[in-house]
């Protein structure tokens, strides 16, 4: 009696609290047959849910520290004047998501996380002042080695050198000592809403993202984690298709403030971020505009959702999309398929060689009422693709870490990077089309299976918000 009381009061916490209530059906279901069970899942899988402590500071810090997003006004209003069409774009990244645009002084996107690689060492030969690390995944590895011998080297010249890592992301990778490691090297490193597998191993709320910033002067984001499939050093499932953007400029600040806010939930080590603004004594050339901005699961603003939706909402003539899982509701359904019924030319690329074959088999259920309803769709041949990217028609692409699951979407920290007319869109769609002759298209006849495997689908899809 007492387990069917407290069933019932999760059930209607859940209910009250859910972001998504049909992701959250399938935790409501488990949780009224076997109440242990189902609480037990729902804590582990689902549930909004940190360390009150860790909650807290991580709340405190982001309201605390919005006050240094630049909001210019003045660059609102002229996008508005110069593109009326995308007015609606504009003003939901700066006012309602909070995150505002900048003039883009120059970015660059590489394909292939191997292109970036050099460059990125590159640049942190120069650093002078600081270099901040923030990335899902650390392993040590040619890649990540070739980066520490910067660092190390850094640190001892007196750069404020900083690292944040997933402890969940990089546990098996790193470690439970590593982050002390790099201290005694002169290296500041937090892991990210540590676990413990004895007594908390919530898997929820970690920090996808991928940051890199210098001295800010420039900044590094994309789809790329420290590790060596990502620039193709180790070939587990083929060729690893990913990216990597640099960006400098004005824009770089909100990619330090986005740092500085994490760092800080855990130690308070900075009272005034904008010690590390950069101001360019010179006045350079521009190339269209840029938003840098964050996802967090502290409340109820989903930004990357709402941007995936504008950019397909507003799209005329085409929209091409990279994404390696495809784990999606109606609503999202619903948006790219209303996107390519008014004529838009939608198309995704997701992997040829799975990671995770149980999560493939889902994304391919997703494969048939999408062409049914006109959108296209490849999977790359050559390997796995890993990128996360929307490109439309010539003037507006966001390349970041958010993946179309539910996960991403809704309950993990990502981070992503607005570009609107700038010439680095041309490039980015340039990849696609490489990408489309290394892709197979599929056919609807290609996405009928046997009764064994779609009765298998089936069930799994019912556990697709746990995945």
């Known amino acids: 009696m007492v387990l069917r009381v407290l069933s019932i009061f999760i059930v209607m916490s859940i209910i009250n609290n859910s972001k998504h209530l049909s992701n959250d059906m399938l935790y409501i279901l488990v949780i009224m047959i076997s109440p242990v069970f189902g609480t037990a899942l729902y804590l582990l899988l689902g549930a909004n849910l940190f360390t009150s402590k860790t909650f807290f500071n991580l ?16 660059l609102l209003e ?3 004047e110069k593109y ?19 003039r883009n002084e120059k970015a660059s996107y590489y394909s292939f996380g191997d292109y970036g ?6 640049e942190l030969r120069k650093a002078e002042r600081f270099i901040f690390i923030e990335y899902f995944i650390i392993e040590e590895g040619r890649m990540w080695n070739g980066i520490l011998e910067i660092l190390e080297e850094k640190a001892r010249q007196g750069v404020d050198v900083r690292v944040m890592y997933d402890d969940l992301g990089s546990f098996f990778t790193l470690s439970g000592k590593y982050a002390r490691e790099l201290e005694e090297k002169g290296i500041k490193c937090i892991p990210f809403n540590r676990i413990n597998p004895i007594l908390n191993i919530i898997i929820n709320h970690r920090d996808h993202r991928k940051i890199m910033v210098i001295d800010g002067k420039i900044a590094f984001s994309g789809g790329v984690n420290m590790a060596d499939e990502y620039i193709n050093v180790k070939h587990p499932y083929g060729r690893w298709k990913d990216n990597i953007i640099k960006i400098s400029g004005e824009a770089v600040w909100s990619y330090t403030v986005m740092f500085l806010t994490h760092w800080n939930a855990f130690r308070k080590d900075d009272p005034d971020f904008s010690v590390y603004k950069y101001v360019d004594p010179e006045i350079r050339e521009t190339d269209g505009y840029i938003a840098p901005y964050a996802e967090t699961p502290l409340g109820n603003e989903r930004t990357a959702q709402n941007i995936y939706f504008n950019i ?3 799209a005329n003539d085409y929209c091409y999309i990279y994404t390696p899982y495809l784990i999606i509701d109606t609503d999202f359904i619903n948006t790219l398929v209303l996107a390519a019924k008014r004529g838009v030319d939608v198309r995704l690329i997701t992997p040829g060689i799975p990671d995770k074959k149980i999560i493939y088999m889902i994304t391919q259920s997703f494969y048939a009422p999408l062409i049914e309803g006109g959108v296209r769709i490849f999977e790359y041949t050559p390997g796995f693709v890993h990128s996360k990217v929307f490109v439309s028609d010539d003037k507006i692409s966001t390349v970041g ?6 996960r991403s979407l809704y309950l ?3 981070n992503g990077t607005c570009f609107y007319d700038c010439s680095v869109i041309k490039d980015i769609k340039q990849d696609f089309i490489d990408a489309f002759a290394e892709s197979r298209e599929i056919k609807l006849e290609d996405t009928r299976h046997g009764i064994i495997r779609t009765f298998l689908v089936s069930v799994l899809k019912l556990f697709a918000s746990l995945m």
Request: glycine fraction near 4%; avoid cysteine.
């Open 78 to 80: 002229e996008l508005n």
């Open 84 to 102: 009326p069409a995308d007015k609606g774009v504009f003003h939901y990244m700066q006012k309602s998501a909070g995150f505002p645009w900048y």
């Open 312 to 314: 397909l909402d507003k």
């Open 117 to 122: 690689y050099p460059i990125m060492l590159e």
């Open 401 to 406: 870490t958010v993946n179309l699951d539910y």
């Open 412 to 414: 993990h920290f990502e």
């Open 59 to 74: 709340l405190n810090s982001t309201l605390q520290n919005l006050k240094y997003y630049s909001r210019n006004e003045a």
